[in-house]
């Protein structure tokens, strides 16, 4: 079983949508949880981070961890056109290294 | 905002080369790391760097590889003897532990083509 796992898509919404996005890991000792976007070639920009079980908002965007269930989730809402990217989950143990998931393409159509 | 930078962006070189990727992290940090890319693939954990010494790298980091933060901004990855299966995407990021978060900002990274 892969550490963290994540649908690769890719993923077609329309523009306005709710967008889901989602990982799971096996790891009990990943203790923070965080979301990246990746435009092509180009390198992850840090989106949301959490520590704990519960959500988090930030705007358009909500994090969503639960560690019971060793499931995270990325809302994005009212999404747009920009919103378009891979969006990457990368967790840690606390211990600094970050082992990320392989991605989700997501496209919002205008 | 403070942002990690990295030279070259685009990197071609021989098999068998010695190539240096370059990053500059965000001032006030003192985690330094780096990452690869292989194209098509997700991200994946070299090395970890903290009070001037590794503390911590992955099966991946061989011989081959080193780093150095040879004075108080810049911090390198080397690549002494470069193969084919080096192509990929090399990022730089740092983090801070302030807030207990374990967050690490990444640059835009260097594109290394081995030929």
């Known amino acids: 079983q892969k550490e963290v796992e994540q649908d690769p898509g890719p993923l077609s919404v329309p523009e306005g949508a709710i967008v889901s996005l989602n990982c799971t890991y096996s790891?009990?000792?990943?203790?923070?949880f965080m979301w990246y976007r990746q435009y092509s070639r180009k390198g992850p920009e840090l989106l949301m981070y959490?520590?704990?079980?519960g959500n988090k908002e930030d705007g358009r965007f909500t994090a969503q961890v639960d560690k019971s269930s060793k499931y995270i989730s990325l809302f994005i809402r009212d999404s747009q056109p920009s919103d378009s990217a891979t969006y990457l989950c990368?967790?840690?143990?606390?211990?600094?290294?970050?082992?990320f998931g392989t991605g989700t393409r997501l496209t919002i159509i205008p | 905002e403070p942002e990690v930078t990295q030279t070259p962006s685009h990197q071609v070189t021989q098999m068998g080369q010695e190539v240096i990727l370059r990053c500059v992290p965000i001032s006030n940090h003192l985690y330094f790391y780096w990452y690869r890319q292989i194209l098509g693939q997700k991200v994946e954990f070299l090395v970890s760097f903290y009070n001037n010494e590794i503390s911590e790298k992955s099966e991946i980091f061989d011989d081959q590889f080193s780093v150095e933060r040879p004075d108080g901004s810049n911090f390198t990855l080397k690549i002494r003897s470069t193969k084919l299966e080096d192509s990929a995407m090399y990022f730089c990021a740092s983090g801070t532990d302030r807030d207990n978060t374990d967050t690490q900002y990444f640059g835009p990274g260097t594109r290394l083509t081995v030929l």
């Open positions: 790891n009990s000792a990943f203790q923070y």
């Open positions: 990368a967790m840690s143990g606390g211990n600094e290294k970050l082992t």
């Open positions: 959490t520590y704990s079980s």
